[in-house]
């Protein structure tokens, strides 16, 4: 059985033709090499278009999908055989023109064992067909494709691509003639059924058929089925001939997953891989005498890290849910965004800010109607500030970009930015400094003359370090949200915020909040001073996110801008000639440290930062190809999609996944511990995640030969993960 590497997309090229650029996009180690052509290590697929006579109104041109094969590799024919996927190919098309299905050329049979599978390897050319309307009205054709492969050789790469190119009405673009010249003489000809038949019995398919062309006659043929699931691909046998007449038996699948009466197949003569599609046979549609025997159960027999790759590859191509999110119904998914949005409240960074803004309610002289409208501008600020998160998010991954949620703190920049802000901030509840004492005085009113506007720009803050975190409850949300149709997905992230904002919202609209809070006394200056170190923690926990991202330099470096940025702060506390030389000198400083170590600060390190740490040697780091190799060693793996700026990731790490009896165990079933790091950008980590219907870290995932993919909730106990490994 094939193992997956769950992996890059691409997209692909065509010679001679008006192309708009920047439109193609790929990701893993795919590289674009223009707007219609994309390569791999494994394939280069070109997006080509025949129209000799252009494209005017009533016309028909070829179009079509070329993929050339690295040696060894290759795709899978409309029925793969044992186990596979199907070329897809989803066109965006002007109205007026509409594109036919592929004409698929013959396929050639893979063996693997005692598996088969059907494709093509050397450079085969999907092609279709697409007619212009008459009543088509423009100068020229936007041709826009959307494809999806699976590429094999003994591992497994889903592959996609983005393609555009734009054809003339009055051009003629022939450039492309050959190949598709090689496609029509490499298509199944028609024949028509005449007295052929087929006939299941208890195990077997019984095929006879007539009229065969004289090409074909005496030679072995190899037996290609439409509908799949139906035959055992890879078993034996037998085939004869009669004159004219063909003969075969050959075995049923006893988990056979359809019972079609009328059987589309394509036969040709049999031939070795090498050279693109397979020897042009005949295609016939022929009637299914009597009935099939019963079907047996299907076990689950695919890998199932082949298998997320596969349900992963498709969800993408169709726009649609990963398997992974299949079972979760957009009700369920939006209880979840309000109940993981209510426990986002609970991180030590967010903690404060809603601590502070709530007891603002035991402050005698504000009425009701005033913490009410507090209330609503906070809330809105929450709401509206997830919603541009998660419509840039799902802009961008519509884009072609492999994003998911906290995606912002894969950059150092907004990393360094955020420690500045939680600095001042953390300063600024120390009482260090005041902002009314550093800002001009109309400046400085504005909180207290509109309190609602403050109150609707700390949940904009709120939010901006809330984003990082996924809480429990939010992983299968937010994974599904991804999938959805954009204002599904909006509504998901919406609901999300309210969820947030729900304790402070309801503390301003419910009297019985503030009056259980403490009355006002010398605690809330020592409260409001003790908030000040979560905020610090939260600055040391970014600087060592920011060492992951830059190494050691870069987090030296944005510590020594803070310290001066906080001498700064505290120069503008003292008054006269103090005040302006030794403010002068630190802002001169940290403007010359700005300029001397900034660019350090934000640039990523070349190498990708290490999964597991230094003295950890248990753990591996995790690639889609070292999880296919455990799984096909037989061991299970347990693989921990993490991230330096995900502090639940770091909590599960330093408590149940440093667990030395759980480590024990975990041994003594031989069980492989990978590491997947999302530190920073990585498109193989995001499409693991999809597969698995995630779109945020921390996820735990238990993957075995023969089972499905177990997910483990965020926060993690060393009893669930027990649990979870007993059945191995």
């Given amino acids: 059985m094939m193992a997956a590497a769950i992996a890059q997309g691409l997209p692909a090229p065509q010679p001679g033709g008006l192309s708009l650029p920047g439109l193609a996009a790929a990701g893993g180690g795919s590289r674009v090499v223009s707007p219609t052509v994309v390569e791999s290590p494994q394939a280069r697929a070109e997006l080509l278009v025949h129209a000799p006579s252009g494209a005017r109104p009533g016309a028909a041109v070829q179009a079509g999908l070329q993929i050339t094969h690295a040696p060894e590799w290759h795709t899978y024919w409309k029925n793969a055989g044992d186990s596979g996927l199907p070329t897809e190919l989803q066109w965006t098309l002007p109205p007026g023109v509409t594109a036919s299905p592929i004409d698929w050329p013959t396929p050639r049979k893979f063996p693997i064992g005692n598996l088969a599978n059907y494709g093509y390897d050397g450079t085969v050319l999907l092609p279709v067909t697409l007619t212009i309307g008459p009543g088509f009205k423009g100068d ?195 209880l979840g965004a309000l109940i993981g949005g209510l426990i986002l409240n609970l991180m030590p960074c967010v903690f404060p800010v809603l601590a502070i803004k709530v007891m603002g309610f035991t402050r005698p002289g504000t009425s009701a109607a005033s913490h009410r409208a507090q209330g609503l501008a906070y809330t809105a600020g929450v709401v509206l500030s997830f919603l541009a998160l998660g419509g840039l998010l799902l802009a961008l991954r519509a884009a072609g970009e492999q994003l998911g949620w906290g995606f912002q703190l894969q950059s150092p920049a907004v990393v360094a930015g955020l420690a500045v802000l939680f600095t001042l901030i953390g300063l600024n509840l120390a009482g260090l400094f005041q902002f009314g004492s550093v800002l001009p005085s109309s400046v400085a009113s504005l909180q207290a003359r509109h309190p609602a506007g403050d109150a609707f720009l700390t949940g904009v803050l709120a939010t901006a370090v809330a984003s990082p975190c996924t809480a429990p409850f939010m992983g299968a949300s937010l994974g599904l949200a991804i999938a959805l149709p954009a204002w599904q997905a909006l509504a998901i992230f919406a609901v999300l915020g309210l969820g947030m904002a729900l304790p402070y919202l309801a503390a301003s609209w419910v009297p019985a909040v503030a009056r259980a809070l403490p009355r006002p006394g010398a605690w809330m200056e020592r409260f409001r001073q003790f908030m000040a170190f979560p905020m610090f923690a939260t600055v040391v926990w970014l600087l060592w996110v920011l060492g992951q991202q830059t190494g050691i330099d870069g987090a030296a470096g944005l510590l020594m801008l803070l310290v001066l940025l906080a001498l700064l702060v505290w120069t503008l506390k003292l008054r006269g000639r103090s005040r302006l030389v030794l403010g002068g000198l630190s802002l001169a400083g940290l403007l010359w440290l700005g300029v001397s ?130 059945p191995l």
């Fill in 140 to 334: 020229a054709i936007d041709i826009g494709l959307q494809a999806s492969w699976l590429v094999c050789r003994r591992e497994c790469i889903p592959e996609e691509g983005r393609f555009q190119l734009r054809l003339p009405v009055d051009g003629s673009m022939a450039g492309a003639a050959a190949a598709f010249d090689a496609a029509r003489q490499a298509r199944p000809a028609d024949l028509a059924a005449g007295s052929s038949q087929v006939q299941p019995d208890a195990s077997t398919l019984k095929v006879v058929l007539d009229g065969l062309p004289a090409a074909l006659r005496g030679q072995k043929l190899e037996f290609f089925p439409e509908t799949p699931g139906v035959i055992e691909p890879g078993a034996a046998w037998t085939q004869s001939w009669d004159g004219d007449r063909w003969s075969a038996s050959i075995p049923l699948s006893p988990h056979r997953s359809d019972s079609p009466a009328q059987m589309a197949l394509v036969v040709a003569q049999a031939d070795a891989p090498g050279q693109g599609p397979g020897l042009p046979g005949v295609r016939m549609d022929v009637p299914v005498q009597g009935s099939w025997p019963a079907a047996a159960p299907l076990p689950a027999a695919v890998s199932p890290a082949l298998q997320a790759a596969l349900d992963a590859n498709a969800a993408r191509a169709a726009g649609g849910s990963p398997s992974g999110a299949s079972s979760l119904t957009f009700g369920a998914a939006l």
């Fill in 597 to 726: 170590v900034g660019p350090g600060v934000v640039r990523p390190l070349e190498a990708a930062p290490v999964a597991g740490s230094a003295q950890d040697n248990t753990w591996e780091a995790w690639t889609p190809a070292l999880q296919a190799q455990r799984l096909a060693e037989g061991r299970p793996v347990f693989v921990d999609f993490t991230a330096a700026w995900c502090v639940t990731c770091q909590f599960n790490k330093r408590t149940t996944l440093a667990d030395a009896s759980l480590l024990a165990d975990m041994a003594g079933k031989n069980v492989a511990l990978l590491r997947a790091d999302w530190t920073r950008r990585d498109p193989a980590v995001t499409q693991a995640l999809a597969g698995l219907g995630r779109n945020g870290v921390p996820v735990y995932a238990i993957y075995k030969n023969g089972q499905a993919p177990v997910v483990l909730s965020e926060v993690l106990s060393v009893e669930e993960v027990r649990a979870a490994l007993a």
